[in-house]
T-cell receptor
Framework: AQSVTQLGSHVSVSEGALVLLRCNYS??????LFWYVQYPNQGLQLLLK??????LVKGINGFEAEFKKSETSFHLTKPSAHMSDAAEYFC???????????FGGGTRVLVKP | SQTIHQWPATLVQPVGSPLSLECTVE??????LYWYRQAAGRGLQLLFY??????ISSEVPQNLSASRPQDRQFILSSKKLLLSDSGFYLC????????????FGSGTRLTVV
């Protein structure tokens, strides 16, 4: 069975500072990994995904994530936080050729001016 | 282009009343369809998924049921709502989940009173 752990349910960053959201997964086989963002009372929007190939993936809104197999991690970063980045972020894992996403518990990001 | 519609956006229902939430997808055929629930403190919980008309897989035992009467229509129902059914319900679709992840609808906020 797969599982996803997001360290920190709440993260507070200053505008212009680095955003770092941690995600670790547990899977018996190399999984596919995803990051989603959710703004209040809205659905989830795909930020980026890792399936195969380059382990550093770039997504929308200046976010990127690096797949590290040895650490079973897929941390999300953004060099400089913007007020519009305030939202909840979800890491998710899926088995290759699978059809079900397993989500982490989410991390809510607060951006301080 | 593909779009997903989910309605209603908000719903307040008394305990014991029936429920019907509808989700439709346009611009694709034979999508995988999913129902998730977000409840306070419980993250995203997969309720049902469907890989074709009339094919429904239930992930957790509960007071809800799902149906897929048409290729691009997915309905979430209950005969008698419980207080614990309150939450934010999200529909999602995918044509190739492990490659593209899911695309989510805008959600329905259900409050059972």
């Amino acid at each position: 069975a797969q599982s996803v752990t997001q360290l920190g349910s709440h993260v507070s960053v200053s505008e212009g500072a680095l955003v770092l959201l941690r995600c670790n997964y547990s899977s018996s086989v190399p999984p596919y990994l995803f990051w989603y963002v959710q703004y209040p009372n809205q659905g989830l929007q795909l930020l980026l995904k890792y399936t195969t190939g380059a382990t550093l993936v770039k997504g929308i809104n200046g976010f990127e994530a690096e797949f590290k197999k040895s650490e079973t991690s897929f941390h999300l970063t953004k060099p400089s936080a913007h007020m519009s980045d305030a939202a909840e972020y979800f890491c998710a894992v899926m088995k290759a050729a699978g059809n079900k996403l397993t989500f982490g518990g989410g991390t809510r990001v607060l951006v301080k001016p | 282009s593909q779009t997903i519609h989910q309605w209603p956006a908000t719903l307040v229902q008394p305990v014991g009343s029936p429920l019907s939430l509808e989700c439709t997808v346009e611009g694709t055929s034979n999508p995988n369809l999913y129902w998730y629930r977000q409840a306070a403190g419980r993250g995203l919980q997969l309720l049902f998924y469907s890989v074709g008309i009339g094919q429904i897989s239930s992930e957790v035992p509960q007071n809800l049921s799902a149906s897929r009467p048409q290729d691009r229509q997915f309905i979430l129902s209950s005969k008698k709502l419980l207080l614990s059914d309150s939450g934010f319900y999200l529909c999602a679709w995918s044509s190739a989940p492990s490659l593209y992840g899911y695309t989510f609808g805008s959600g329905t906020r259900l409050t059972v009173v």
